[in-house]
């Protein structure tokens, strides 16, 4: 288990593996009383993954288009330099 740290105390941060560990003990033991809880947990957790995957997902799109738009206006700079020496 992964531990953060945050001024004098320590706070325990779980990994979806972790909760689902957790979930298949409430299972083995056929206690169900906080069952719910780490349902709402792995489901917090995943869709904290998809959203990081999404955004990084959106990172590299986004780099990607700023380089084109780079060529791009080094390409329009060129055709502007061209017809300022046309004149």
Excluded: F
Excluded at 68 to 80: A, D, G, S
């Amino acid at each position: 288990m992964s531990r953060v740290l945050l001024g004098d105390n320590y706070w325990v941060n779980r990994t979806l593996c972790e909760v689902l560990d957790e979930m298949r003990k409430c299972h083995e033991t056929r206690n169900y009383a906080g069952l719910m809880a780490l349902v709402e947990e792995a489901q917090s957790k995943a869709n904290r993954m998809e959203a990081g995957l999404g955004d990084k997902k959106d990172l590299v799109k986004m780099e990607e288009e700023w380089h084109q738009l780079k060529k791009e206006i080094k390409k329009l700079r060129k055709k502007r330099d061209k017809l300022r020496e046309k004149k």
